[in-house]
């Protein structure tokens, strides 16, 4: 048996599961309360909470640690890093607890993951964090030295879903041109060209197409006025553009479902909402088209949002004149997790040191 351990920190939950090889065995979302969570000042101090309700819900399960093969984290918010599988080290665990690069759940599953592996000796992965910097020199380059475009994105998602595409279609993901786009909270549109990521939005701070919960690209001169007005604090200003911007501003929902059923129901502020998302979001794939020269084989599109099928055939509709549009609803990182995993396991992916 080559039993995996998944772990995928969330804001207000922790996503587990755990494999035998390429099969799920099972997947567990443990749900914290706000009361729970407001409790602590820091994500990091979250740490012994979080890695205790997984082993009582391993235990409860009746997986016995000892009987763990390797763990996996979510990777968080790290220096820029290529694609791949990397042991958790000290170092990685020291930027994620200090939250050098930034504060995030998914900090936690390095770190969680390293403390369950050191209980039974076996080895702790992350693979793809948000950070997998694949970007070509043209494409990091702003409108001023002081703010250049950063690599920060649904990565582990983008590159599983792509290879997906790859397999079904009889390619080799190393060997084509694609533009994924995962639409979640926040959306992440990228350029995938012969298997390296050589363009995307910033997906966490305020960069492409309004989401659920950012408001993607915004006027930096509104912006400026905002911020000098004295009515926000900083820390206001952040859950404006990732929080509490996008969707949510406008409709007081972060959920598209309670989106597309006022759609339903004749909303005509939630059909321009609905509208104008997609449009944005077409708009991004156009550009994503062009970073990749129009030579496109394919367009995949992912994530919660992808659930939506009116919203899909309005998308599919407007950019299928560039390639090919493939719908993936949902997402399957926990699965993603557990099969870099076993590449590493099976000799057919080196492992990559932070």
Request: proline share 3%.
């Amino acid at each position: 048996m080559t039993y995996i351990l998944a772990i995928n920190p969330g804001s207000t939950s922790t996503k587990i599961s755990l494999y035998n090889g390429a099969e799920e065995v099972f997947t567990k979302t443990l749900r914290h309360s706000s009361e729970e969570i407001g409790g602590f000042e820091k994500v990091i101090d979250q740490f012994k909470f979080r890695e205790g309700t997984i082993v009582a819900a391993l235990e409860e399960s009746g997986v016995k640690l000892e009987d763990l093969t390797a763990v996996v984290g979510r990777g968080g918010l790290l220096r820029p890093i290529s694609s791949g599988v990397y042991a958790v080290n000290e170092e990685m665990v020291e930027d994620l607890k200090s939250a050098k690069y930034g504060e995030h759940a998914s900090n936690l599953g390095g770190i969680i993951a390293l403390e369950i592996s050191k209980r039974v000796g076996c080895p702790a992965y992350i693979a793809d964090p948000v950070v997998v910097d694949e970007m070509c020199d043209v494409a990091r380059v702003g409108g001023h030295p002081m703010f250049p475009r950063l690599s920060i994105f649904h990565a582990l998602n983008h590159k599983a879903i792509a290879k997906l595409y790859a397999k079904e279609i009889g390619r080799d993901y190393n060997d084509l041109n694609l533009v994924v786009a995962h639409l979640g909270g926040g959306c992440s549109i990228a350029a995938h060209s012969k298997g390296k990521v050589v363009d995307v939005n910033n997906a966490l701070m305020g960069d492409g197409p309004f989401s659920p919960e950012r408001t993607g690209g915004i006027s930096a001169m509104q912006l400026a006025k905002v911020c000098f007005s004295g009515e926000y604090t900083h820390e206001e200003i952040k859950k404006i553009i990732s929080g509490k911007g996008g969707i949510v501003a406008h409709l007081g929902t972060n959920s598209f479902k309670d989106v597309d059923d006022m759609v339903a129901a004749g909303d005509p502020k939630a059909t321009l909402i609905s509208d104008a998302f997609v449009y944005n979001v077409a708009k991004a794939i156009g550009g994503m088209a062009a970073a990749l020269s129009g030579n496109v084989d394919g367009i995949v599109v992912t994530g919660g949002i992808a659930y939506g099928k009116l919203i899909m055939q309005q998308l599919t509709d407007m950019v299928k004149f560039i390639a090919p549009v493939r719908i993936y609803p949902g997402e399957d990182e926990m699965g993603a997790l557990a099969k870099n995993a076993l590449a590493v396991i099976e000799g057919k992916e080196e492992v990559k040191q932070y």
